[in-house]
C-alpha cells in the first residue's frame, strides 16, 4: 500500500509519523568542538582506571553505517534516518567492564542522561553516531556524537554524549526518574516504568 497509511503500518506498535524531525531536547544546543571533545568510559571498568576517547582514536574503529527510524517515547517516529559512526561495541571492547556489569548510564552534556542495558548497547546496530544521512550531525541533534540505539525509544541515546559508566546495581537517567521504562525497548513498548 502506498501513501500516508501504508507507511503507518511499518511503524512501531503506537507510533505515528512525524510530519518534521523536529528536534527535542531542554534548554540551549551546547555548540561542541569536535576537536575537544572526548568520550570519558567510568564506572565498574575492568582495568579499573578511567579511559578517554577523541574522535582521532574512534576513527581507528571501523566506520559503520545502520538505517533506523527514530521513535520517540511520546509517540512520534521519524522513519528511514542513516545513522553513521562507530559500533558502541567496537568502543566497550576497547574500554570493556569488570565481569558481571549489566548496567550503563550514558551522560550528556548539561545532565542529561538516560540507563541501558549493557546487552542493548552492544547490539551490532548500536552507534555512536556523528553523521546522519551522509551528513555530520547538526548541533540540534547532537554534534559532535550521540548515541543511536535504533530498538530503543529516543530517550536512550543522549545527544552531545560524553560519558559511558559501567554499574553492577541499575541506575535512573532523567527520564527513568520521571517514570519512563528502565529498558524501552519500542518493539515491546516499553514506555512506562509501572508496566514491569
Ligand atoms: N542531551 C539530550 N539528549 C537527548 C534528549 C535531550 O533532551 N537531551 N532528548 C532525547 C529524546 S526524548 C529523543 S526522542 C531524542 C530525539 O532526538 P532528535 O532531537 O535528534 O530527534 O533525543 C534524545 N536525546
Ligand atoms: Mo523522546
Same mark, same amino acid.
Given at each position: ?85 562507530? #559500533? ?21 552534556? #548539561? ?11 552492544? #547490539? ?54 520521571h517514570g519512563y521504562h528502565p ?7 516499553e514506555r512506562w516504568a509501572h508496566q514491569e
Amino acid at each position: 500500500m502506498t501513501g500516508p497509511q501504508g507507511r503507518d503500518q511499518e511503524l512501531p506498535p503506537g507510533q505515528r509519523l512525524a510530519q518534521v524531525w523536529r528536534p527535542s531536547f531542554y534548554g540551549r544546543v551546547p555548540r561542541l568542538d569536535a576537536d575537544s571533545w572526548e568520550l570519558r568510559v567510568t564506572g565498574a571498568t575492568r582495568d579499573g582506571g578511567v579511559t578517554v576517547l577523541d574522535w582521532e582514536r574512534l576513527a581507528e574503529l571501523p566506520d559503520v553505517e545502520v538505517s533506523a527510524g527514530m521513535h520517540c517515547v511520546d509517540r512520534r517516529s521519524i522513519p528511514g534516518l542513516l545513522w553513521g559512526g562507530v #559500533r558502541f561495541a567496537d568502543v566497550v571492547a576497547l574500554a570493556p567492564p569488570e565481569a558481571g556489569v549489566e548496567h550503563v548510564v550514558l551522560a550528556a552534556v #548539561r545532565g542529561y542522561s538516560s540507563v541501558v542495558l549493557l546487552e542493548d548497547l552492544v #547490539r551490532p546496530d548500536s552507534l555512536l553516531a556523528n553523521r546522519v544521512d551522509g551528513e555530520p550531525l547538526t548541533p540540534e541533534h547532537g554534534w559532535p556524537a550521540r548515541a543511536v540505539l535504533p530498538h530503543l525509544y529516543g530517550f536512550k541515546g543522549p545527544k552531545w554524549v560524553v560519558e559511558l559508566a559501567y554499574h553492577h546495581r541499575r541506575q535512573e537517567g532523567w527520564w527513568e526518574s520521571h517514570g519512563y521504562h528502565p529498558r524501552g525497548r519500542v518493539d515491546q513498548e516499553e514506555r512506562w516504568a509501572h508496566q514491569e
